[in-house]
């Protein structure tokens, strides 16, 4: 079994402590599904994944229990996924540990691998839209995904770089970024724009806008929404529809005079000291919880 440390775990574990069956939206490799599964032996998992290589690791990981229901698709389309009201859903939002250290999936700067960066399905690559998007284009994905202060340089840079051969692998884009830049920036600017290229290539802010909106009507009163982000416009998004869902509306009748929503994380829980250092990933972590009126 490839077990990675799942992050936040305990924290997840508590907000979801009394549910009977969960949707786990990034199922991964399945490690959060397997702790909850350990607490709680008889919660009922339904565990989606857009990647079919995550999918299949977390049958392998999670075989030795029962009640689990494998749905290989996009937490976008969630309302034609699941068709029965639950008590939890939680969101591990980003990338595995899996879809980074594999080269071939073309999501690390570290290492050489083609530019393709997609979690699954078929949709344009990394490459495609480095060699065919104009340099506006993609000035504003730099600018608004990565927040990258060099987004205009690094534009130019492929622009004239692509005019000679395609850019086809992450080590060609890296240095064609490099040159671009200061040098004690590379680190920093090498993850922005990787990130921001991610972003556009599966659509991971619209994914999350409408899964958001689409699982608050599946929820059983007192059930809870967990979500983990990585960056700030994950928790930006998250922290937006938690505060706009909690607002009573005048007039509507299903949301009481309460909102439909309890935020349960006046701010976001971040990992302790001792578990970052296990866990580096758990570094940039934010969670935040919600639960249904
Ligand atoms: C950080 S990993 C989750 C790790 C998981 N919590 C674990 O314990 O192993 C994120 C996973 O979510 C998946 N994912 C990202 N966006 C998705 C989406 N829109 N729909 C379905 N799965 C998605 C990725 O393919 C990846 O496997």
Known sequence: MTYHIPVMVKEVNEFLKDAKSVVDCTLGGGSHSFELKCQMPNVKIFGIDRDS????????NLSKFSDITYIHGRFGEIKDLIKEPVDGFLFDLGVSSHQIDESSRGFSFRQ?????M???GRSASAADIVNNSSQDELFKIFKEYGEERFSGR???AIVEKRQGKPIETTLELKEVIEKAIPTWKKRETNTRIFQA???AVNGE???LKTALNDCVPLLNPGGRIVVISYHSLEDRIVKWFFREAAKPLDGDKTRG???ILDILTKRPLTAGEEEVQDNPRAKSAKLRAAERT
Do not use: S
Not at 53 to 60: G, M, P, S, T, Y
Not at 112 to 116: E, I, K, T, W
């Open 53 to 60: 290589e995550a999918i299949e690791e977390a049958r392998k």
């Open 112 to 116: 050489d691998g083609p530019l393709d």
């Open 118 to 120: 997609r979690m699954g």
């Open 154 to 156: 690094i534009a130019r």
């Open 197 to 199: 290229l991610r972003i």
């Open 257 to 259: 005079k309460d909102g």
């Open 205 to 207: 802010l619209d994914e």
